[in-house]
């Protein structure tokens, strides 16, 4: 046993300001750390930016998030000051991603922003990129991912059961925060992809519906590991609108399959392109074979707003372009595990890689 | 709920239409915009695989509170 730590005669203090911030509705259901204004001056520090300036603005609420907002639920979600500067280009890339500002974070779908980090930062604050990566043990990881939906709560007023209408919602609304494995990689960094240097460091925030692992252990041929991710794309269960996007997250071990086999990551965007369809028959059978004139969702070839159905047969493509799809290598370099990432909506273009001012 | 209260302050009348489950947000979002009396029709859920005729069903049983709120005599 250890004996107690020399500051157990403010723990009842400290408790009851953690009570105290929960009774005001301040967390997401876990404890939240008390903030000072000293503390809350560190944080600003870190970064050259007015405390006032606007971060994200969601014109259909009312409301702003401003980089004291920021701060503020950075400290209560347990960021330490030196992770402030991530936290602020996390909001920024939401803010250029698009769909948070559109009222996603409003909607039934239950979406949660899944932040990808590249670049030194990763190793200056501690951020996981390798094994677990989406899992528990790394406060960077866990608190970064915690600091935007205590924003989204607090700042934005988002709650469950009030403006916040999800369904079901996701386990990434705690948080969902990574590193890529740039060290493990094959290839370079997803902000170099876009125009960065390696010595930049960036996040990358897209909006996501949920996660879907793949287990693929068993071969070394790039098109069976290509087509095995097609096929989890292309679930029928994903597509509300016509077409739908990914994030794919290869391990290290089939990163460098591709690799090996002297496939880029651009290779690996426009097979899955060509390659994640789903059957007429199939999109039949579920009633999805049709898309609404209105909302372009899918809906049967018979309901009233049904555009006419091209062809009743073949073959249907369920990305627009090989831009919906990204390519990230996270994970340990131990098995032949990936993941799919369900982007939400469809997608096109470069991601919103917005660059960490450290 | 927002178009519906946006419409009545540009003047021209309007009334949301919600379903019951979303009593609460509807609730939520007429406080956001400083209107929390905002009166509106909420009806059975759902409404998304509904068949046409089920809709003019809906749309039938929910005309005299929709006229009652616009103020139609």
């Not at chain 1, 401003?66 to 960021?79: D, E, F």
């Not at chain 1, 990358?204 to 879907?212: D, E, F, L, M, P």
Request: include cysteine; charge should be negative; charged fraction near 20%.
């Amino acid at each position: 046993m250890l004996g107690d730590p020399p500051f157990v005669e403010d723990a009842a203090a400290v408790r009851a300001a953690m009570e105290y911030y929960a009774e005001q509705g301040w967390t997401d259901g876990l404890p939240v750390v008390p903030v000072t204004e000293s503390y809350l001056a560190e944080f600003l520090a870190s970064v050259d930016r007015d405390p006032g300036d606007v971060l994200l603005d969601m014109p259909q609420l009312n409301r702003s998030l401003t980089v004291r907002l920021a701060a503020i639920n950075a400290a209560l979600a347990g960021c330490l000051p030196l992770y402030f500067p991530v936290v602020v280009a996390a909001w920024e890339s939401l803010a250029a991603e698009g769909y948070p500002v559109r009222g996603i974070w409003q909607s039934t779908t239950g979406t949660a922003p899944f932040l990808i980090v590249n670049g030194p930062v990763r190793e200056r604050i501690g951020l996981n990129s390798s094994g677990n990566v989406f899992g528990s043990g790394f406060r960077a990881n866990a608190t970064i991912g915690r600091a935007i939906r205590l924003g989204v709560l607090n700042a934005f007023g988002l709650r469950p059961h009030e403006l916040d209408q999800a369904t079901q919602g996701t386990p990434a609304k705690y948080t969902f925060c990574i590193g890529e494995n740039e060290e493990e990689s094959p290839w370079p960094g997803l902000h170099v992809d876009f125009g960065l240097s390696s010595g930049d460091s960036a996040v990358t925030a897209v909006v996501i519906r949920s996660c879907v692992h793949i287990e693929a252990r068993h071969t070394r041929v790039p098109e069976q590991l290509a087509t095995d991710i097609a096929g989890t794309i292309s679930r029928t269960g994903a597509l509300i609108h016509e077409t739908i996007s990914a994030a794919v997250v290869l391990s290290p071990e089939h990163a460098r399959l591709f690799s090996t086999a002297g496939w880029s990551k651009d290779d690996i965007r426009s097979f899955l392109y060509s390659h994640a369809v789903v059957s007429w028959s199939k999109l039949a059978a579920a009633g999805k074979e049709a898309v609404s004139s209105k909302t372009r969702w899918r809906l049967p070839s018979d309901h009233p707003d049904a555009l006419p159905v091209a062809a009743s047969g073949g073959m249907v493509r369920v990305l627009n372009s090989p831009e919906a799809v990204l390519v990230v290598v996270a994970g340990a370099g131990n098995s032949g595990v990936s993941a799919v990432v369900e982007t939400f909506g469809p997608r096109g273009g470069p991601p919103p890689v917005t660059r960490v001012r450290l | 709920m927002a178009d519906g209260i946006l419409l009545e302050r540009a003047g021209l009348p309007a009334v949301s239409i919600c379903t019951d489950p979303f009593a609460l947000t509807a609730r939520a979002m007429a406080s956001a915009y400083g209107f929390p009396g905002f009166e509106y029709v909420s009806i059975p859920h759902p409404v998304a695989s509904l068949t046409v005729l089920e809709i003019r069903s809906r749309v039938r049983d929910l005309m005299p509170d929709l006229l009652r709120i616009l103020g139609v005599e």
